[in-house]
């Protein structure tokens, strides 16, 4: 590591915060956070049991009441203030990110603009916490209807956005007036650490936030469905695991949102511009390594074009540059573990096993860190692994279709729904494809959807609920209904 690497390690804390406190684990245990670059360990982080979810959950609970009726305005100009924090700490953080990660400096970057600006607009958003009044249809009286926070929440999120994920959650639930307990991925935890130095000194009150750090997810997460008190779960990571929290949660019914894996498909039809389509895979495709929830994972091209835009995505993905992402101009980090190899070396694997071709790529490069070369296959049949589950890699397997009913029907074919891409010039097209398409959201001519002002979030099993945008805040709140006698006085 470098001189400035060690600093931005040194510069975080290293702890749980609970009740405005850093603490170390009660039980003083502690997990290692290893560098996907090189496959050493960067720094240890104390590792959170039961004894500390509970802390965590009755610091919520009783921070509760006063943040929840805490001046809305107040309420976001902590998080305006913690927007504005993130942005003149990008290089630190960028840094912090790339380590524990491995996503190159300039994506770590934007990722960081990116996840500032959910702070922005739920400050924004925090204002506007509406109610209504309106007369019943028969007359007779009248209706109040106003919205309150839901109660103390639940936060967790995944590695492969481990700034954006917690502040698309954090900055909605404290808009809200909810009390939260965030939970990283145990792959990631030097980001939320981060983020929550950044918002004690932006004046977030004690027991608003608590971290919990732990290598032990579900023990953590049994303990607070059990504790009582928790009113709120927000997930974001894998579809397997959403739906097992979906089950344990009835238990306490908890209102729930899931932001789960993806299968996006990418369509090219023939009347598109060409050139755009390979611009929109690159970043579809690429953005993060592939690891994204909404990372272009079959791409569905026209059989006129098929030829021309499988060999110039191949070209394109054969010129870049992998390497640690700290490093000069790398364009693909690693992957995030070695797990995540063997899975996508097995579906590029099974997918040549069942006919597909090799245009480029197709192997692990090296034998330190987890990297896996950018690799296209084409011809993939639809009976492949690839096809169906999320391959969460630098792969783009390419199918080809004939018609726009067939292109769609190739689309839909799956349990997944949270993206699609669609590139055509054909406006009438576009809109017939939209409406047919099962997904939560779509990119038109565009390879990438995220923006903090839009609702993001599928269908199926890609979840349900909504995070960013009008409709993000709606997660953490409930509706109270008033229904009001006005003939007689009060
Ligand atoms: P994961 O499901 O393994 O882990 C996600 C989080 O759940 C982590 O914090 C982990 O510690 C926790 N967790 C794991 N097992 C748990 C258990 N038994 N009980 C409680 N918590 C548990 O997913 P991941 O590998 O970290 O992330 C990748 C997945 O996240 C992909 O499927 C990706 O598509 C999805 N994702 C979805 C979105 C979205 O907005 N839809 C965004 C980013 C990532």
Redesign the pocket.
Known sequence: MSHTEQEVIARVAKKLYIDGKWLDAFDLATFGVEDPSTGTILTSVADAGPTDAIAALDSASKAFDSWSTTAPRARGEILRRAFEAIVQSADYLSLLMTLEMGKPLAESRAEVIYAADFFRWFSEEAVRIDGRYYQAPDGNSRVLTLKQAVGPAYL??????PLA?ATRKLGAALAAGCTVIL????QTPLCSLALTQILIEAGLPDGVLNLILTSN??VI?DTLFEHGGLRKLS???????GK??VAKSAGSLLKVSM????NAPFLVFDDCDLDKAVDGAMVAKMRNMGE??TSANRFIVHSSVAEDFSQRLSQRMAALSLGRGTEGEIAVGPLIDIDAIAKVQHLVLDAVAKGATVLTGGKRLGAQGYFFQPTVLLGVDSTSEITHK?I?GPVAPISIFSSELEAIQMANATEYG?VAYVYTKDLSRALRVIEQLDTGMIGLNQGMVSNAAAP?G?VKH??FGR?GGFEGIDEYLTVKYVAINHRTGL
Do not use: D, R
Request: proline fraction near 8%; aromatic fraction near 14%; charge should be negative.
């Open positions: 967790i999120t995944p590695w492969n956005f994920m939970k990283p991925a145990e997810p579900a997460t997930f974001t990571g894998s579809t397997e695991v097992m929290l932001e789960l894996g993806g994204a929830c999320e969460f949270l993001f599928g890609s979840g995070e």
